[in-house]
């Protein structure tokens, strides 16, 4: 199991505190035709709203070097939005970014035009705060 990011509990915290049930964390995702081919993907959460509505939240706090980091999350956010379509499950996947992260790297020109290119579902959070700011689109 991979270790969780950084802000996974207070992402957890924030969803908590806006009414979501968390269904489950470090949830896997299993795709392969063998056992030889078979892998496991781990999606940090899965949460239900009051409503109803589930989603799937990748958690990534990107305290590093903005841009290595946007590369990695937009590489493993297309893998398991490929890897959930394939297996035709019909959730959708969520990155959680801190308030900091949205402000920094995803207004520059180059997270403008990856989150246009790719259609990448945020939810922005204030780590502080712990609060959820927005979701883009709305779940």
């Not at 207070?10 to 035709?33: P, R």
């Not at 799937?56 to 493993?76: N, Y």
């Not at 990155?95 to 945020?122: D, E, N, R, W």
Request: charge should be negative.
């Amino acid at each position: 199991m991979p270790a969780k990011d950084i802000d996974h509990d207070i992402v957890v915290h924030c969803l908590k505190q806006s009414g979501w049930t968390i269904l489950a964390e470090q949830n896997y995702i299993s795709i392969g035709d063998s056992s030889e081919s078979h892998r496991r993907l781990y999606i940090d959460i899965q949460a239900q709203s009051h409503n109803g509505k589930i989603v799937l939240i990748e958690v990534k706090a990107l305290d590093r070097s903005p841009v290595h980091q946007l590369m990695e999350l937009l590489g493993q956010y297309l893998v398991y939005r490929a890897a959930l379509d394939y297996l035709e499950i019909d959730v959708p996947l969520y990155v959680a970014v801190p308030v900091t992260a949205y402000q920094g790297i995803f207004s520059h020109i180059l997270g403008q035009q990856i989150m246009q290119q790719h259609a990448l579902p945020l939810m922005i959070y204030d780590p502080v705060q712990e609060a959820i700011l927005q979701w883009m689109p709305q779940p």
